[in-house]
């Protein structure tokens, strides 16, 4: 194993925590993410005092809410047939503990702590897992080696290795060489990862499992009840759900609409559900002489014909995609694309804009011809046209997509069932 660049990353590291620290009241970012660990050791050993010294522990870490919809089926199949094992549940960001704080199968779900070496002694000491878990990414060297120091497997899962990627900087790439080195099995998102963590990185314990956020999807899918109620609405008609949308999402996504003589109902999700980003919402279609209502007022008189359905509470939008024709995924505009997966399992077209390129899944759901990327108005509005017109066209791009998600669904047994051999290995000792 390299040392050289952990001594240097275990030498510095404290440094930057330590001075993060003191600049903490002059950045509210740095503020939050001290404060809401200041407890966190002691909420810790409280939780974990009331455990069985004798049952099998899986720590899994996931860096927000979405690398941790990659671990649910994943826990969900173990704790099944499990029951008696001990979750612990760590996030970096506080987007992601807020989401699953009180995820029910965990015995605790708490905030990854700054990477000393000190603060992951501490975590190991207490938490004495017996498999550490990590989905995807998010990569904190000083707790990988108190994981592996205190005898625990480590797992990552849903890996994946993009060209982009800053792993492969030549400054940078001996480093990761090393941290890959330490997990005992590397279960990769598709067979050009398994091929890069070989070739690249000499990683010898590597298998293609595929990414168990497809099964998530296809295990959410399955499920329609909040949006029952406003099935019947739409019965017959074809309905265009704008999934996560932030305000440059819906300015194209209102010009391209508006410019269709055959209109498809529209279902607006905005990313953002705050008093001041749906006012902004309801302003802008007042100015284009559109009527629309919100779900949280919605009445009989509501029709999907001539107004616009605004969700304006959290928890929809992955069931809403079940009334969809077609979808338009927002975030594409922005930092990237949001969930297309999501969309993609009920078998209906996803559109979404040019920044994709942090989201493998939508890079190869376009290349299968599932999903179409846009690059401007005019280009959503002759695919919208397109889509709405031509019913053989939609349905065919609705078919790659649903065929693109279930073909790539199976990995949440594979890492289950390695989980499973260090289980039963337990139970034998």
């Not at 790659?400 to 000792?429: C, L, P, Q």
């Amino acid at each position: 194993m390299n040392s050289f660049s952990l001594s240097i990353y275990k030498l510095l590291f404290p440094v930057i925590s330590g001075a993060a620290g003191c600049l903490k009241f002059l950045h509210p970012r740095l503020r939050t993410f001290f404060s809401v660990r200041e407890n966190m050791f002691e909420d810790l050993e409280n939780k974990v005092s009331k455990l069985s010294d004798s049952s099998f522990r899986l720590w899994v870490h996931a860096a927000s809410v979405g690398e941790f919809e990659q671990a649910r089926p994943i826990i969900a199949a173990l704790k099944e047939k499990h029951p008696d094992i001990i979750l612990f549940v760590s996030f970096l960001s506080d987007s992601g503990y807020n989401a699953r704080k009180n995820f029910p199968d965990a015995a605790a779900v708490f905030y990854l702590p700054p990477d000393t070496a000190h603060n992951a002694k501490r975590v190991l000491s207490l938490l004495q897992p017996d498999i550490m878990l990590l989905m995807r990414y998010d990569f904190w060297p000083n707790h990988l080696l108190a994981a592996k120091k205190s005898g625990a497997r480590l797992l990552l899962a849903a890996a994946v290795l993009q060209q982009h990627a800053p792993y492969f900087n030549p400054l940078l790439k001996s480093f990761y060489r090393t941290i890959f080195s330490l997990f005992d099995t590397i279960f990769t998102a598709s067979e050009k990862d398994t091929t890069a963590f070989r070739s690249a990185f000499e990683c010898r314990s590597v298998k293609t499992a595929g990414d168990p956020r497809f099964d998530q999807v296809v295990l959410r899918s399955r499920n329609h009840a909040r949006v029952d109620h406003l099935k019947p609405l739409f019965e017959n008609l074809i309905v265009l759900v704008a999934g996560s949308v932030w305000n440059k999402d819906e300015t194209m996504l209102l010009d391209a609409w508006q410019k269709l003589e055959n209109r498809p109902s529209l279902i607006l999700v905005p990313h953002q559900v705050t008093p001041e980003n749906l006012a902004h919402l309801e302003a802008d279609l007042l100015k284009r002489s559109l009527s629309s209502v919100r779900v949280s007022l919605l009445n009989a008189s509501f029709n999907p014909r001539q107004q616009i359905l605004i969700i304006d509470q959290t928890g929809y939008l992955a069931e809403l995609y079940s009334i969809a024709s077609m979808a338009y995924v927002g975030g594409g505009f922005g930092v990237n694309v949001h969930n297309t997966l999501e969309p993609a399992v009920f078998a209906i077209p996803v559109l979404f804009g040019p920044r994709h390129h942090n989201s493998p899944e939508a890079e190869d759901l376009a290349a299968s011809g599932g999903g179409t990327v846009i690059h401007n108005e005019s280009e959503l509005a002759a695919t919208l046209k397109s889509f709405t017109d031509n019913r053989a066209i939609r349905v065919a791009a609705g078919e790659i997509a649903g065929k693109f998600v279930k073909e790539r669904a199976g990995a949440t047994a594979i890492v289950a069932a390695s989980i499973e051999r260090e289980y039963s290995a337990h139970k034998r000792a």
